[in-house]
């Protein structure tokens, strides 16, 4: 018998995709910054704070800038992002996340996100999922970026349950090995080559089902 009480959700990527959004937006700045950004590149930013973003796009860009200009360069590309998330509707959730999330709440599963996104309760709000979940981890309570385990161990602390107890679902290299620093199963989104060390990888939670879930 599976000993799992929770569930702990990436948001971008495994819930919605908001990489476009990010992508965009950084594209914007790096537009006008004089150099260009590419799809390619927004894949290695994947699960990393905006702030360390920021650093690895200066430096691609061969850029030098001091605070508080970065700071006001990050509040920049975060006013664009949000001005597009503010935008989105339930259309935009990820196949099969709406579905799994009502299977696991009928089952009496605690759900929590975990998250490193600032504005994830604003994208929540916008798909109508925010009464899925019974605690949201995000950047405005962490301190340490993943694979600092800080996100996923937090949201385990405010579901009142033990870290193996739960079961983490991730898109991000970053985010499983954040998920095995704090002693839980991870299912990674995505393909098994670019996730090593998930206990499952599925291509998205269409997907998944509760079988698989007790297997774990």
């Given at each position: 018998?599976?000993?799992?009480?929770?569930?702990?959700?990436?948001?971008?990527?495994?819930?919605?995709?908001?990489?476009?959004?990010?992508?965009?937006?950084?594209?914007?700045?790096?537009?006008?910054?004089?150099?260009?950004?590419?799809?390619e590149?927004?894949?290695?930013?994947?699960?990393?704070s905006?702030?360390e973003?920021?650093?690895?796009?200066?430096?691609w860009?061969?850029?030098?800038?001091?605070e508080?200009?970065?700071?006001?360069?990050?509040?920049?590309?975060?006013?664009?992002?949000?001005?597009?998330?503010?935008?989105m509707?339930?259309?935009?959730?990820?196949?099969?996340?709406?579905e799994?999330?009502?299977?696991?709440?009928?089952?009496?599963?605690?759900i929590?996100?975990?998250?490193?996104s600032?504005?994830?309760?604003?994208?929540?709000?916008?798909?109508?999922?925010?009464?899925?979940?019974?605690?949201?981890?995000?950047?405005?309570?962490?301190?340490?970026?993943?694979?600092?385990?800080?996100?996923?161990?937090?949201?385990?602390?405010?579901?009142g349950?033990?870290?193996?107890?739960?079961?983490?679902?991730?898109?991000?290299?970053?985010?499983?090995?954040?998920?095995?620093?704090?002693?839980?199963?991870?299912?990674?989104?995505?393909?098994?080559e670019?996730?090593?060390?998930?206990?499952?990888?599925?291509?998205?939670?269409?997907?998944?089902?509760?079988?698989?879930?007790?297997?774990?």
């Open positions: 018998m599976s000993n799992i009480k929770a569930c702990i959700f990436d948001l971008d990527g495994v819930i919605v995709d908001t990489a476009v959004y990010h992508y965009k937006a950084w594209k914007r700045l790096a537009n006008e910054l004089g150099f260009d950004f590419t799809e590149a927004n894949e290695k930013l994947k699960g990393i905006r702030k973003s920021l650093e690895l796009i200066l430096g860009g061969g850029i030098e800038k001091q508080p200009e970065r700071d006001n360069l990050a509040h920049r590309k975060n006013s664009w992002y949000v001005e597009m998330i503010s935008e509707t339930p259309a935009e959730i990820l196949p099969g996340a709406k799994f999330l009502s299977n696991l709440k009928e089952a009496g599963y605690l929590a996100l975990g998250s490193a600032k504005n994830a309760g604003i994208i929540l709000t916008k798909v109508g999922l925010n009464d899925y979940f019974d605690a949201i981890v995000d950047g405005n309570i962490i301190t340490a970026s993943k694979p600092d385990p800080q996100v996923f161990l937090k949201g385990a602390e405010m579901l349950v033990d870290s193996s107890e739960c079961v983490v679902f991730e898109d991000a290299i970053a985010g499983v090995e954040a998920a095995k620093a704090g002693g839980m199963k991870v299912v990674g989104i995505g393909s098994s670019n996730l090593p060390g998930a206990d499952l990888v599925i291509a998205g939670l269409h997907e998944m089902n509760m079988e698989q879930l007790e297997k774990l």
